[in-house]
Each structure stands twice: as C-alpha cells, then as structure tokens.
C-alpha cells in the first residue's frame, strides 16, 4: 500500500470505519514506514484533543433559566397590550407629519415662483445692455 492511501485512510482506521482487510493492510504499511506511524500519532493526538474540546461543560442550572425566561415572557404578552395601539398609531402620526410637510412645501415652492418670474423679467431687461457687449470685442478696448 502507498503512504498517500494510508494517509487518505488513516482518519478512517484510527475510527476503526474501514474494512477488516483494509485496516489489517493500513496496520501492516505502519508497522513498516516510520513516516506514516509518526504522522499516524499525530493524527491520534489531534483527534484525542479535539474529542476532549469537542464535549461542552453542562451546566446545572441551565434548563431552570431558560424555563424562568419562557414564563417571563409569557406574563410579558399578557400585561403588554399597549405596543399593539403604539405599532398602528405610531405609522399614521408619521403619516400625518409627512403629508404635513409635503404641503408646507408645495406652498413654499407656490410662494418662491412668483418671485422668480420677477427675476426672470429682470434678466430679460439685462439682456439688451449685454448684448451690446458682443458687438465690441474686448481685446480692442483692453488696447487701446
């Protein structure tokens, strides 16, 4: 057998998963190869570590507190019945404020063009004085 089948097995017979002619034929390639008894140790001492890591710490009181929370919160839904008013009265103030301000706006921007109409007559009188600007180029009067 080859060391990379060994090795591609070895998790497999230290689990003692594989077949009895596989496992006696990974036992007899590392009875003969150093490299893959050593690397075979190492994988034990990785597993045993992880195995120890692997089981959590119980802890007693564990199922009391979650049982004491469960009941909490079910005396909690029987004396709370405001958050049901908050929850639909909440949405419709926001509502309410939105609208508000959508019309404060509509009426600020009603308010705001009437004065730029007059603006925009005072741009059409300017006009005139600046197109006489075109008609004399600036490089002559910077001449002369």
């Not at 119980?58 to 079910?74: C, D, G, H, I, S």
């Not at 600020?108 to 004065?115: E, M, T, V, W």
């Not at 603006?119 to 005139?128: D, G, H, K």
Request: charged share 25%.
């Amino acid at each position: 057998m080859k060391c990379k089948d060994v090795q591609s097995k070895l998790i497999f017979f230290l689990d003692e998963e594989l077949p009895i002619k596989e496992m006696q034929a990974v036992q007899e390639h590392l009875n003969d190869c150093t490299d893959c008894a050593l690397f075979a140790e190492d994988m034990k001492k990785t597993l045993s570590i992880l195995e120890t890591e692997k089981t959590p710490e119980l802890n007693p009181f564990f199922y009391t507190r979650v049982k004491a929370k469960m009941e909490n919160r079910e005396t909690e839904r029987v004396i709370n019945r405001r958050p049901v008013l908050v929850r639909v009265l909440q949405p419709v103030a926001f509502s309410i404020v939105l609208l508000i301000g959508i019309y404060a706006g509509i009426k600020l921007g009603a308010s705001g063009s009437a004065k730029t109409s007059n603006t925009v007559l005072a741009q059409q009188e300017m006009i005139p004085y600046w197109n006489g600007l075109d008609a004399e180029p600036i490089e002559t009067f910077l001449m002369e």
